[in-house]
């Protein structure tokens, strides 16, 4: 079970997000889209969507950084193991807070505004469960880690930065605390939901999303005839 969890899910979710992702994309392009909800109701969405993605873009960065960015790198910037945790501690409470308050103000939006509940499918239901399971168990793990007792550099990361590498060494997991592996677990089941939900719209960011029209129903040529 051991090998299986930490040494094969990990590339069947990474599978299921990546091969997903592209079929989704080039073949499924009309339903790229992150089912906008602004129409059906906007108030509430001006507050908690800000927190949300700004809670979530903290807390990506603090994950690249500690998972991704060996313990040397950080030495090497001058910034040893106490400075690190502090700083992590601080950061990660911050950022988590804002992420959590985001995600329960939007699940407060999506369940009680009717329209917005019955515009909701069942795979968005599972979607929002393992997102709630991952956000709380990684918000568990940085404060009951609060003293320290556990170093995630030195196990979860080179086991992570190994799977990338297809070095993949599960015995790294076997003494991490059961929130950390829960909240790992909670991940791979996030990545093998996203290519069927509506989180594919991230990926756009970077490219038009930002300026593209909140829902698109068709588009138009140079000569403004509608195709």
Same mark, same amino acid.
């Given at each position: 079970?051991?090998?299986?969890?930490?040494?094969?899910?990990?590339? *069947?979710?990474?599978?299921?997000?990546?091969?997903?992702? +592209? *079929?989704?994309?080039?073949?499924?392009?009309?339903?790229?889209?992150?089912?906008?909800?602004?129409?059906?109701?906007?108030?509430?969405?001006?507050?908690?969507?800000?927190?949300?993605?700004?809670? @979530?873009?903290?807390?990506?960065?603090?994950?690249?950084?500690?998972? $991704?960015?060996?313990?040397?790198?950080?030495?090497?910037?001058?910034?040893?193991?106490?400075?690190?945790?502090? %700083?992590?501690?601080?950061? %990660?409470?911050?950022?988590?807070? +804002?992420? *959590?308050?985001?995600? &329960?103000? $939007?699940?407060?939006?999506?369940?009680?505004?009717?329209?917005?509940?019955?515009?909701?499918?069942? &795979?968005?239901?599972?979607?929002? &469960?393992?997102?709630? &399971?991952?956000?709380?168990?990684?918000?568990?793990?940085?404060?009951?880690?609060?003293?320290?007792?556990?170093?995630?550099?030195?196990?979860?990361?080179?086991?992570?930065?190994?799977?990338?590498?297809?070095?993949?060494?599960?015995?790294?997991?076997?003494?991490?605390?059961?929130?950390?592996?829960?909240?790992?677990?909670?991940?791979?089941?996030?990545?093998? *939901?996203?290519?069927?939900?509506?989180?594919?719209?991230?990926?756009?960011?970077?490219?038009?999303? @930002?300026?593209?029209?909140?829902?698109?129903?068709?588009?138009?040529? %140079?000569?403004?005839?509608?195709?």
């Amino acid at each position: 079970m051991n090998l299986f969890l930490w040494g094969a899910l990990p590339y *069947i979710a990474f599978t299921f997000l990546i091969a997903g992702t +592209l *079929i989704r994309f080039f073949y499924f392009e009309s339903n790229w889209t992150t089912k906008s909800s602004e129409f059906l109701e906007k108030k509430q969405l001006r507050i908690a969507n800000p927190l949300f993605h700004f809670g @979530l873009a903290c807390v990506l960065g603090g994950h690249i950084v500690g998972v $991704l960015m060996p313990k040397t790198w950080t030495a090497a910037l001058g910034i040893n193991d106490h400075m690190y945790h502090e %700083g992590a501690l601080y950061m %990660g409470a911050v950022a988590g807070v +804002l992420f *959590i308050v985001g995600f &329960l103000l $939007l699940m407060k939006r999506r369940f009680t505004v009717k329209a917005l509940e019955a515009n909701t499918s069942t &795979l968005d239901k599972w979607l929002y &469960l393992f997102l709630a &399971l991952a956000i709380f168990s990684g918000m568990t793990g940085t404060l009951l880690n609060y003293a320290g007792f556990f170093d995630y550099r030195v196990s979860i990361g080179p086991w992570f930065r190994g799977l990338l590498m297809f070095q993949p060494d599960p015995s790294l997991m076997e003494g991490v605390p059961l929130e950390f592996k829960f909240h790992m677990f909670s991940w791979m089941a996030v990545a093998i *939901i996203f290519p069927f939900s509506r989180l594919v719209h991230c990926l756009s960011v970077p490219l038009n999303y @930002l300026t593209r029209p909140f829902i698109v129903y068709r588009k138009r040529d %140079g000569a403004g005839r509608d195709k």
